[in-house]
């Protein structure tokens, strides 16, 4: 349940291996350098004057382009094994002219987007002339006179009587071109000389008067009809999209240089990474110096990658002082190992505190087993767990994902197999409790596990004060917790004095040391109300009865499923093809949610019940200055 110790290394090396330095601790990654403070009297490291930014926006954008046109297989994201690429391979790619390659598909991109605006915009301006197609008129017949207004206008149907009526008691003349479900479409003659009364009242019915873009007048002869414009805004459409089709060809045969500049932008940005990296030295004339975190387990290591520097540096390191705030570093046995997600997405705990990754791991196994409660979807979950490690070989926080995901399948195997069943079916003679026909004694199991793990949470408690503070009084409180639990629970069962007498004595210990400041009086009071804290107890543990929820979900639900094939297939022919489907679908749902609940669920205990009791998060974790690798493997 310990810490990896942590140890601070200070650096002072010769300004001539500076560039060289900084290459090998970033292929160690092993040092997490921190930016040099204020307090120290030296002069920032200077970065190289070459920058690499401008470059890996412009491969981020090729990259995002060329995605759009490659073709992928099912899966292939997520199991094709990254390429590997080693320290020559890098410096090849950092001396290659990117420049020749990038070029040729920026300006590609450029014409593609520029060609699809431009027949979008074309595409506007049909869907504007379209309800007027029917207008057999040229455009210059459009134009007003000194005497007349020409004008386009859209109306509702329900005011064309309205209309008419106008057209009777005023100087206007109206012809319907076209007409659609909701709106008439008009072209209007209007007298000057009533043109601002006659326009206000077709407002007043609501006409919309249409005027041609400038776009279609400017490429449009007076002689043409809105039809022949028409006519010719299909024919650039059509040109455009060879174009545009061309274009797309040419895109996707360059899709092939993708996976080629996903290796360069990876090499890149860990370029940038080092170079960014100097900023935090410190530096004089002759001389850089350079501070950070190692686990302490690494720092021979260090030496021994460092070790053709000797006649050139001088490496110190020594325990972390006190003010100072080191970062954290889980360690576990392989076992262990994968439940420090969990713990990693409450917070990683302060440095000198308790590691609740082993304490846990057994509680979370168990209960996302019981949650769950499926054999059979645990064999698939832990089977493609398997075969998504053999075939990816992941690294990192993704394998350690995996194997939990691997460790919460056997979970389910052991658990859905003595408490639930296979696929909906239990095999009754492996049954130790039946949560359809016992669900009182799968709800005993749930709340004895409960509260075995908060009983556990006290006791890391009362270590946890014990061996930071050395205090006695804290300490011997939560003892009397320790005892007073359990004897009241055994008291309740069984009625026997010797219970009793624990319990009260647990509950004096409470009393006495809960509050240790202040008059005699107020403490005893104090430690009086301290016992209402075992309704707290209470309600901690009557929360793992959510184990018994969601058990029982799962299984009533593959219930169901088999239920709804069973009628499937009694439907004559169709029955036969639709029942597997039924089948596969309904188990794949359940899994999903089943497995989704049973984390969530599982998670919440850990983190509401059982954390709470001792647990201090806040501690930031160990970021060694390395090789990152997003699409590629460093080596």
């Known amino acids: 349940m310990a810490l990896a110790r942590v140890e601070r290394v200070e650096i002072i090396a010769s300004n001539l291996i500076k560039d060289e330095l900084l290459v090998e601790l970033q292929e160690a990654g092993l040092l997490e350098i921190e930016e040099i403070g204020s307090n120290l009297d030296l002069n920032p490291g200077q970065r190289p004057s070459v920058s690499f930014e401008a470059l890996i926006f412009r491969l981020r954008q090729v990259i995002r382009y060329l995605s759009l046109w490659r073709k992928t297989k099912p899966g292939e994201k997520w199991l094709q094994p990254r390429p590997i690429i080693n320290r020559l391979e890098r410096e090849a790619i950092l001396r290659q002219d990117w420049e020749n390659l990038i070029a040729p598909i920026e300006r590609l991109e450029s014409s593609y987007r520029e060609t699809e605006s431009e027949i979008k915009a074309l595409e506007k301006e049909r869907e504007l002339l379209l309800p007027w197609q029917n207008l057999e008129l040229p455009l210059a017949a459009l134009e007003s006179t000194a005497s007349v207004e020409v004008l386009l206008g859209r109306l509702p149907r329900s005011n064309l009587n309205e209309l008419v009526e106008l057209g009777k008691e005023q100087p206007l003349w109206f012809h319907e071109i076209n007409a659609d479900k909701r709106n008439v479409y008009l072209l209007f003659l209007i007298k000057r000389s009533a043109l601002k009364e006659i326009e206000s009242k077709l407002k007043e019915l609501n006409?919309?008067?249409?005027?041609?873009?400038?776009?279609?007048?400017?490429?449009?002869?007076?002689?043409?009809?809105?039809?022949?414009?028409?006519?010719?805004?299909?024919?650039?459409?059509?040109?455009?999209?060879?174009?545009?089709?061309?274009?797309?060809?040419?895109?996707?045969?360059?899709?092939?240089?993708?996976?080629?500049?996903?290796?360069?932008?990876?090499?890149?940005?860990?370029?940038?990474?080092?170079?960014?990296?100097?900023?935090?030295?410190?530096?004089?004339?002759?001389?850089?110096?350079?501070?950070?975190?190692?686990?302490?387990?690494?720092?021979?290591?260090?030496?021994?990658?460092?070790?053709?520097?000797?006649?050139?540096?001088?490496?110190?390191?020594?325990?972390?002082?006190?003010?100072?705030?080191?970062?954290?570093?889980?360690?576990?046995?392989?076992?262990?190992?994968?439940?420090?997600?969990?713990?990693?997405?409450?917070?990683?705990?302060?440095?000198?505190?308790?590691?609740?990754?082993?304490?846990?791991?057994?509680?979370?196994?168990?209960?996302?087993?019981?949650?769950?409660?499926?054999?059979?979807?645990?064999?698939?979950?832990?089977?493609?767990?398997?075969?998504?490690?053999?075939?990816?070989?992941?690294?990192?926080?993704?394998?350690?994902?995996?194997?939990?995901?691997?460790?919460?399948?056997?979970?389910?195997?052991?658990?859905?197999?003595?408490?639930?069943?296979?696929?909906?079916?239990?095999?009754?003679?492996?049954?130790?409790?039946?949560?359809?026909?016992?669900?009182?004694?799968?709800?005993?199991?749930?709340?004895?596990?409960?509260?075995?793990?908060?009983?556990?949470?006290?006791?890391?408690?009362?270590?946890?004060?014990?061996?930071r503070e050395r205090n006695m009084a804290r300490s011997l409180a939560q003892i009397g917790w320790l005892i007073l639990l359990p004897s009241i629970v055994l008291y309740g069962l069984r009625k026997i004095d010797l219970f009793g007498y624990f319990s009260l004595f647990g509950a004096s210990l409470i009393v006495t040391f809960s509050k240790t400041k202040g008059n005699p009086l107020l403490r005893f009071l104090g430690g009086l109300y301290s016992l209402y804290d075992i309704s707290k107890y209470l309600g901690d543990v009557l929360s793992y009865s959510r184990l018994l929820a969601l058990g029982l979900s799962t299984s009533v639900i593959a219930m169901v499923v088999n239920t709804l094939v069973g009628t499937a297939v009694k439907i004559p022919i169709i029955g036969w093809v639709a029942a597997p489907f039924v089948f596969l679908g309904g188990h794949l749902f359940n899994l999903a949610i089943s497995f989704l609940g049973g984390f969530v669920h599982s998670m919440r205990l850990q983190f509401v019940e059982f954390f709470t009791k001792f647990y201090e998060a806040g501690g930031k974790p160990l970021k060694p200055f390395s090789l990152q690798g997003k699409y590629v493997e460093f080596r």
């Not at 059509?238 to 996903?262: A, C, G, R, T, Y």
């Not at 325990?319 to 439940?339: A, C, S, Y």
């Not at 197999?417 to 039946?434: H, K, S």
């Open 207 to 467: 006409v919309s008067f249409f005027f041609l873009p400038e776009t279609i007048l400017k490429k449009a002869q007076r002689e043409e009809t809105l039809k022949n414009i028409l006519l010719q805004i299909e024919a650039e459409i059509k040109e455009k999209e060879k174009v545009l089709n061309s274009i797309e060809k040419q895109s996707q045969e360059l899709s092939s240089l993708w996976p080629q500049f996903m290796i360069a932008l990876d090499v890149f940005e860990n370029e940038q990474q080092r170079i960014n990296t100097y900023s935090h030295l410190g530096q004089t004339e002759k001389t850089v110096f350079l501070q950070g975190w190692i686990e302490a387990n690494n720092i021979t290591r260090l030496k021994h990658r460092l070790a053709r520097f000797a006649d050139h540096l001088a490496i110190f390191h020594r325990p972390p002082q006190e003010g100072e705030d080191p970062p954290v570093v889980l360690r576990n046995p392989p076992l262990i190992q994968p439940f420090q997600i969990i713990t990693s997405l409450y917070g990683l705990p302060k440095p000198g505190t308790i590691d609740p990754t082993v304490v846990l791991a057994p509680f979370f196994f168990l209960f996302v087993g019981l949650c769950v409660s499926e054999a059979g979807y645990g064999l698939l979950v832990a089977l493609l767990s398997l075969f998504f490690m053999i075939k990816v070989r992941p690294k990192g926080s993704t394998l350690l994902f995996s194997r939990l995901m691997f460790a919460l399948g056997l979970s389910t195997i052991i658990l859905g197999t003595l408490v639930g069943g296979w696929f909906g079916f239990p095999i009754r003679q492996l049954l130790l409790i039946d949560p359809l026909t016992q669900p009182v004694n799968f709800l005993i199991l749930a709340l004895i596990l409960g509260f075995i793990q908060v009983w556990f949470g006290t006791l890391l408690k009362a270590i946890d004060c014990w061996r």
